[in-house]
């Protein structure tokens, strides 16, 4: 990075530092330094966060998009095909998740499953070359996956919340959901009680979603940055980094999925729940 500190711990504060705008002492307008970011508060926006999680969702809709437009049953092209392998997949796992009837958790699973997927596949570039490319821009500060920012995972933790806490107003009505509260796992004398254990539950639900995505992908993220610090000790320790970081990226390829595939499932698995009378 052309405008990064030059010892480690800059190194890494530099790479761990987004691209934020908000209020400063200047008025209006984007962090100079980590310290400020820190101290904009709530209302400030971390840009690079927004535009690759929407950049990837619109490329994520565009992509499916031309599959589903030029599809065709007499001679499928590859990309169709492996759409079609994705959506097989997903109807699978819902099928085996979600025991009721919606036409909405499908799509929804889908979406889910693949925008997350594409966030964390960012984790898989150099942590240097983007950042590098926006540095000759101006752009000094620059993270590219949107999942290692707790902002961007408690925001689709929170929409499921909202869909769960619709879906079960809407299958069991207020008094039903109400009660699932006050009135379990003990008898209805104790329902102080029962509304704290039920109502920690219920909230540890986004929190656990937003905390284990972000959490798998900050420290995965965390490790390149470290590997890449490995370059920067001589020809051995640079060789010696470049096996580490080949071999990490290989084993990073099954996190990442397997990190949507977590999100999708417990997603469904909440819905299901939801629709459920009693759980």
Known sequence: MANAPETSAGYIKHHLTNLTYGQTDRGWGFAENADEAAQMGFWAINVDSMLFSVGLGVLFLWAFRMAAKTATSDSPGGWQNFVEWIVEFIDTSVRGSFSGKNAMIGPLALTIFVWVFLMNFMDLLAVDHVPYLASLLGVEYLKIVPTTDPNITFGLSLSVFVLVLYYSVKFKGVGGFFGELAFQPFPKFMAPINLILEGVTLIAKPVSLALRLFGN???????????????SGGIAMGLFGGVLQLGWAIFHILIIT??????????????????????
């Open 217 to 231: 992908m900050y420290a995965g993220e965390m490790i390149f940055i470290l590997i890449a610090l490995m370059y």
């Open 258 to 279: 397997l990190q949507a595939f977590i999100f999708m499932t417990l997603t469904v698995v909440y819905l299901d729940m939801a629709c459920q009378e009693h759980h």
